[in-house]
Nanobody, 121 residues
Framework: QVQLVESGGGLVQPGGSLRLSCAAS????????MGWYRQAPGNQRELVAD???????NYADSVKGRFTISRDNAKNTVYLQMSSLKPEDTAVYYC???????????????WGQGTQVTVSS
């Protein structure tokens, strides 16, 4: 079994910063891409940022220059440093990872339970 556990969400004022963490645990052979998605009420879930096992990153245009994704492969953990937060960043943020549990099995997508980020004065 594989679990993704997120932490670090909360309430922050506009212009503030938050750091999200997501740790993968369980039966893990290897982790390919890891990423963060978000979903605001009434909206579809959207990609915020992702990062390959080699460290290549990709960002949504709306967060470029404000958010930074990183990972610690030794800890099976991905981070999202969010700065200059805006009210429109308010959403539930979900961690995602493409994980192989055995050498000979194909990888599968796993999701965290989500963490609320609220940007408000």
């Amino acid at each position: 079994q594989v679990q993704l556990v997120e932490s670090g969400g909360g309430l922050v004022q506009p212009g503030g910063s938050l750091r999200l963490s997501c740790a993968a645990s369980g039966t893990i052979f290897s982790i390919n891409a890891m990423g963060w998605y978000r979903q605001a009420p009434g909206n579809q879930r959207e990609l915020v940022a992702d990062i390959t096992s080699g460290g290549s990153t990709n960002y949504a245009d709306s967060v470029k220059g404000r958010f930074t994704i990183s990972r610690d492969n030794a800890k099976n953990t991905v981070y999202l440093q969010m700065s200059s937060l805006k009210p429109e960043d308010t959403a539930v943020y979900y961690c995602n990872a493409d994980i192989k549990t055995k050498r000979y099995l194909r990888s599968n997508d796993y999701w965290g339970q989500g963490t609320q980020v609220t940007v408000s004065s």
